[in-house]
């Protein structure tokens, strides 16, 4: 249910820094990213906080689809695509710039 692994491998973060991160054992932190062990609330908020992400960004789509998750690079910026207000305001800035 979380995308914990997806989300390590992006920002190249080991098993192990992670756990010292969220001040758990590496068994724990490894629990969690197999779904083995649910984090409490409050563990999810400081996940979410040291992996500098929006908390909803932790899940994985539940009722088909995809999570809008990505980078979009244009005229040699970068842009973090969370949202589909993100992508609208790319839009209109790709289209300003026409």
Partial sequence: ML???????EKGIS????AELIGVSVT???AF???????KFDTL?????????DIRQLFKPTKGGSLLNG???HEN????????DDLENLL???KGNK
Wanted: proline residues 2%.
């Fill in 3 to 9: 995308r914990l692994d997806v989300i390590l491998k």
């Fill in 15 to 18: 098993n192990t820094e992670f």
């Fill in 28 to 30: 724990s932190a490894s």
């Fill in 33 to 39: 990213k197999t779904g083995n062990i649910k984090p």
């Fill in 45 to 53: 908020v400081k996940i979410a906080e040291v992996l500098e992400v």
């Fill in 71 to 73: 980078f979009v690079e």
């Fill in 77 to 84: 910026e970068v842009y973090r695509i969370y949202s589909i």
């Fill in 92 to 94: 209109n800035i790709v």
